[in-house]
């Protein structure tokens, strides 16, 4: 059997590989901790992305394996047993590398769902096609993992009268296919956070968190282009350590991603001064003056339509006061959107003035600083 000792390239594939996936478990911990300690809203997105952790955790055993097994070496120098095994686990990593991928793409969008639950219908029709889209294409290349090659031990075995399919082909489909979906998940949630009613420096935080899973196209535009080099290599044991490492990459870079959304609840508490409070109180400022002139207009008529306002206030969970004692120790962002109807003399309804409150958004899933969080 080869070992990693004299196997630099299959040494520099694990050791890339570990180390990403180290990174994408650590991240995912500290997500589980934010959503399930702190903020305690713990969703279905978060079994998703652990489900993918596992998954990439595996990924890169099965990478071991295979350098153990002599990826990274010249196939001349393997023997018939080593063939059999690396194919064995390359096989296998396969199945849990796009398994990873579904997972992870299906929990940032039940992601986008929770926190953009009350946007438009065209957003949520958008949503339910992307969704459609991704559990397709992780069936579809789970199928053609598992069975590209009837009987399934064909795929390591190499015996003859097996029916395979097209490896090339498929590999070269699926990547384009998840390019795309790639693309989509960015794409989707840009158009709604520009219409929430927040600061422009939140809304350009927002998409930018959001846009940081733009690194998962490039690394998987990285990875294709690899796949490219394998596929006409006549040496595909030594030129493999490339599209493995590659996919490591993708699948952990998709994951850390994904958490990072959800870490700012944990980055106020740790370090405050990332996300100064400064132009949330400005904004908050900006908002209650507009509420206070909004309420010494002269009546509407009852069909003329009434503009709603989105309130940003420090609120404490008990006091329904505004003090600056409040405001000092309840830093957490509401945002609130306030309805105030009026009705004029001819209606035999003077001063009479409708108000609903406390109707959080979808905004205050984001920028909430959960320091305070029920």
């Given at each position: ?21 180290a990174l994408a478990t650590l991240t995912v911990l500290l997500r589980l901790y934010t959503r399930f300690s702190l ?165 350009q935080a927002l998409i930018g968190i959001f846009a940081v899973g733009g690194l998962v196209c490039i690394v998987s ?149 959960p320091a305070k969080a029920v």
């Amino acid at each position: 059997m080869a070992t990693l000792n004299n196997n630099p390239r299959g040494n520099q594939a694990v050791g890339v590989s570990s180390a990403f996936t180290a990174l994408a478990t650590l991240t995912v911990l500290l997500r589980l901790y934010t959503r399930f300690s702190l903020v305690k809203c713990a969703g279905l997105e978060d079994y998703f992305i652990t489900l993918a952790m596992l998954c990439s955790i595996g990924l890169t055993v099965c990478i071991g394996v295979q350098a153990a097994n002599g990826m990274g070496q010249h196939i001349k120098t393997l023997g018939d047993n080593e063939m059999r095994q690396s194919l064995k686990a390359f096989w296998a990593s396969l199945i849990v590398y796009y398994l990873s991928l579904g997972l992870t793409k299906t929990s940032i969008l039940l992601q986008y769902r929770r926190v953009f639950a009350t946007t438009s219908r065209t957003f949520h029709i958008a949503f339910w096609a992307v969704m459609a889209v991704v559990v397709c294409y992780t069936i579809w290349t789970e199928m053609v993992s598992i069975f590209a090659c009837v009987p399934v031990r064909a795929f390591w075995t190499k015996e003859t009268g097996a029916k395979c399919i097209n490896q090339f082909a498929t590999w070269f489909t699926n990547a384009a296919i998840n390019i795309l979906t790639d693309f989509a998940l960015i794409i989707l949630p840009i158009p709604v956070i520009r219409n929430l009613n927040l600061a422009r420096r939140q809304k350009q935080a927002l998409i930018g968190i959001f846009a940081v899973g733009g690194l998962v196209c490039i690394v998987s535009i990285m990875r294709l282009h690899s796949l490219v080099r394998i596929s006409n290599s006549a040496d595909p044991t030594y030129d493999n350590p490339s599209p493995a490492t590659w996919s490591s990459v993708e699948t952990n870079i998709g994951i850390i991603c994904s958490c990072l959304p959800c870490l700012r609840p944990l980055i106020v508490r740790l370090v405050p001064g990332v996300f100064s409070s400064k132009q949330y109180m400005q904004s908050a400022s900006r908002t209650n003056a507009f509420s206070r002139s909004t309420r010494r207009r002269s009546a509407f008529p009852v069909d003329t339509a009434i503009p709603l306002e989105s309130k940003i206030s420090h609120r404490s969970s008990n006091e329904e006061g505004h003090g600056a004692d409040e405001e000092e120790k309840d830093t957490r962002i509401r945002v609130q959107t306030e309805v105030h109807i009026s009705f004029d003399d001819d209606n035999d309804l003077n001063d009479k003035e409708s108000t609903v409150k406390r109707a959080d958004s979808c905004e205050s899933l984001i920028i909430q600083d959960p320091a305070k969080a029920v």
